[in-house]
């Protein structure tokens, strides 16, 4: 169907077009909504909702850290894209990474700095997940973990 003017929202969710029940866009949606949530609530914090989750995921694990590679399949996360969230962490002196052993293996943990800026962003966290909750209803974080779990076998 050629767009010749008008709303172009009428075009993209007609029901004869791929947009209109496409999984692919319904979960790219449905993640920006929820960054933007997340965003709103940790802004404070200086942390974007990505950002915020490597340090929680670095905090979970302790002072050893972990290699780049294991934390960044543990986020379901292309190495590029995780190298790209990483920076400015590092940067700010949130995170340091060293070699380990083997010299083709980096190893990402959490500064004095980057737990605290953690621990000082989690009540934020804290209150954004309570927001989304009740948006959601309180069923949705077990309805998405298992969709997330299931879409691991894809």
Same mark, same amino acid.
């Given at each position: 169907?050629? +767009?010749?003017?008008?709303? +172009?929202? +009428?075009?993209?969710?007609? *029901?004869?077009?791929?947009?209109?029940?496409?999984?692919?866009?319904?979960?790219?949606?449905?993640?920006?909504?929820?960054?933007?949530?997340?965003?709103?609530?940790?802004?404070? !914090?200086?942390l974007k909702a990505t950002q915020f989750?490597?340090?929680?995921?670095?905090?979970?694990?302790?002072?050893?850290?972990?290699? +780049?590679?294991?934390?960044?399949?543990?986020?379901?996360?292309?190495? !590029?894209?995780?190298?790209?969230?990483? *920076?400015?962490?590092?940067?700010?002196?949130?995170?340091?990474?060293?070699?380990?052993?083997?010299?083709r293996v980096r190893h990402?943990?959490?500064?004095?700095?980057?737990?605290?800026?953690?621990?000082?962003?989690?009540?934020?966290?804290?209150?954004?997940?309570?927001?989304?909750?009740?948006?959601?209803?309180?069923?949705?974080?077990?309805?998405?973990? *298992?969709?997330?779990?299931?879409?691991?076998?894809?």
């Open positions: 169907m050629p +767009i010749t003017g008008g709303c +172009i929202y +009428i075009y993209l969710v007609a *029901k004869e077009t791929p947009q209109h029940d496409c999984l692919f866009n319904a979960g790219r949606r449905l993640s920006r909504l929820l960054s933007q949530a997340y965003e709103r609530q940790l802004a404070p !914090s200086g989750s490597l340090l929680a995921a670095l905090a979970t694990l302790g002072p050893e850290g972990a290699s +780049i590679a294991r934390l960044a399949r543990a986020l379901d996360l292309e190495a !590029s894209t995780f190298s790209r969230n990483l *920076k400015p962490l590092t940067r700010d002196g949130l995170v340091i990474l060293t070699r380990g052993e083997d010299a990402v943990s959490l500064t004095a700095a980057g737990r605290a800026r953690y621990e000082a962003a989690l009540p934020l966290w804290r209150k954004a997940q309570s927001h989304v909750r009740e948006a959601l209803g309180g069923k949705a974080l077990t309805r998405l973990t *298992k969709l997330v779990r299931e879409a691991r076998a894809l």
